[in-house]
């Protein structure tokens, strides 16, 4: 173990953390760790093919320290999480894992948020060779690994980067512009050659040392915007006067140009909150303008509206239909992922489940409708862990997940959907192939306040399509005749209303168009819409 004994400026002695060290002492320790350099991991092409912006990704999200405990308080290590949570995200179908921040930590109620040891996978869990065990396994077992980034903020703990060698070295000199008021958190200076020079580094680090497949770059709207969560005179211009930090843009476009030269088939995605402009789009050559360069970016817009239409009791939803049908406006003006994330569990938000409107029949019902609906929707997927079997109380990251709630029907028939929902989502061109272009969507229905039903079709790039139609009140519609693109035999290949994910068994058997017209198609089907469901219907041949 080691430390970098500083005599800086003010003639003030400090003990520092090595910000380069591969390796870390166990918190409440803060020494840094002798640990060689390991070996560089080329990306795979079936990893890179996995990552295009056409093929399915369903993300498992998991915070390593709370998936599950062993003896009921300890944490997993690395190796045990390799031959646990690796094989359990595999067999539900997941084609991802999204880990929160891996990077040493010193708090651990931050969920690795706030990172020091940024080159140092948390020694919570074990070595660095621990981590690269199940980093393999999860490759091995045909799962992408993705990482949690943060280089928007950094605390201030005295063995850290704070005033390094007695000045401002990582960060703004200026607290208007090196100090985050939301976490009391540094804010590095990305105006510097050495420091975007360090976070670049470290971001091939992960990727050429570990083969991490990804990075998700944490709180990115707090990077773009200087006066981002503060008031008038407490931030300062840029050099044109505007609100914009250039600097931030700058680096990030720098970085995943670089990324995209030297790692192709890598992951770059975005929380980016804002409606800033071409966040997944190429920068230009000269990197000074264009797009940011992520090849994703969450889609906090849809997450929001479809979690405040599902809390509204079915009697109102026909007054808001809008909520669910405004995405659609913008729904390709980025690459986006549907994220229903760690964020939305806490804080007094409550459970996914805990979200749904209705007694609690009403709220498992709402809840698979909600996840149908995602599964169908434009943009690739992010669910966090417990939500799959509808954990009914908020995460707690002290905790482990209440895994006992597997053996009760309710919640092992939302846990089925959702494997489900990733085998046919990966199975069927139709529903992955264009997530990101307009050519994979077209309404159907969209306009059917009255009955709050909504229905859609998507689309392959060769022509093949899948038809969704959900109904979100309580009341089952018989005889609802729904216009289709393509005359023939119809099956059902999800109904979120089936008895084997806990619903009622209301659904469709043999489905045969007719030759009436219906919602602009010369084609239509006469449907059985169970209630609070969510049907993905699946021609059949062409008729000869």
Known sequence: MYKFEILGAHDKVTLKADPYAFQSELRPGTASVVCGLPPRRAMRPARAAANALGAPMSMYEVHLGSWRKADGWRWLNYRELADTLVPYARDLGFTH???????????????????????????????????????????????????????????????????????????????????????????????????????????????????????????????????????????????????????????????????????????????????????????????????????????????????????????????????????????????FVLPLSHDEVVHGKRSLLGKMAGDPWQQFAN??????????????????????????????DADSLPWHL????????????????????????ALHEQDVEPGGFSWIAHQDHAQSVLAFARWSRSGQCAVVVCNFTPLPRAGYRLGVPQGGAWRELINTDAAVYGGSGIGNGSLHTDAQWAHGHGQSLVLHLPPLSCLVLEPGLMPT
């Open 97 to 335: 894992l999204e880990l929160l921040p891996v990077s040493e930590h010193p708090f651990d109620a931050s969920w690795g948020y706030q990172p020091l040891g940024m080159f140092s996978p948390t020694a919570r869990f074990g070595n660095p060779e621990d981590f690269q065990y199940f980093v393999d396994a999860a490759h091995a077992a045909g799962l992408g690994v993705i990482l949690d980034w943060v280089p928007a903020h950094f605390p201030s703990d005295a063995h850290g980067l704070a005033d390094f060698d007695g000045t401002h070295l990582y960060e703004y000199a200026d607290p208007k512009e090196g100090f985050h008021q939301d976490w009391n958190t540094l804010i590095y200076n990305f105006g510097r050659s050495e420091v975007r020079n360090f976070l670049i580094g470290n971001a091939f680090y992960w990727l050429e040392r570990f083969g991490i497949d990804g990075l998700r770059v944490d709180a990115v709207a707090s990077m773009l915007y200087r006066d981002y969560s503060r008031g008038p005179g407490q931030w300062i211009p840029n050099r044109h006067g505007g609100r914009e930090n250039l600097e931030a843009m700058d680096f990030l476009r720098r970085l995943n140009h670089q990324i995209g030269v030297e790692r192709p088939g890598t992951l770059m995605i975005a929380e980016e909150s804002t409606a800033f402009p071409g966040v997944s789009r190429p920068p230009a050559p000269d990197l000074a303008s264009g797009g940011l360069g992520f090849h994703f970016k969450w889609n906090m817009g849809w997450m929001h509206d479809a979690l405040d239409y599902m809390q509204l009791d079915p009697v109102y939803r026909r007054h808001h239909q809008n909520l669910l049908t405004f995405g659609l406006m913008y729904a390709f003006s980025e690459n």
């Open 367 to 396: 809840l698979r409708t909600l996840y149908g609906l995602m599964w169908a929707y434009p943009g690739k997927k992010l669910l966090f862990m417990g939500s799959e079997f509808a954990q009914p109380t908020e995460w707690a």
């Open 406 to 429: 597997q053996d009760q029907p309710a919640h092992a028939g939302v846990q089925r959907l959702v494997h489900d929902l990733n085998r046919v989502y990966c199975a069927f061109p």
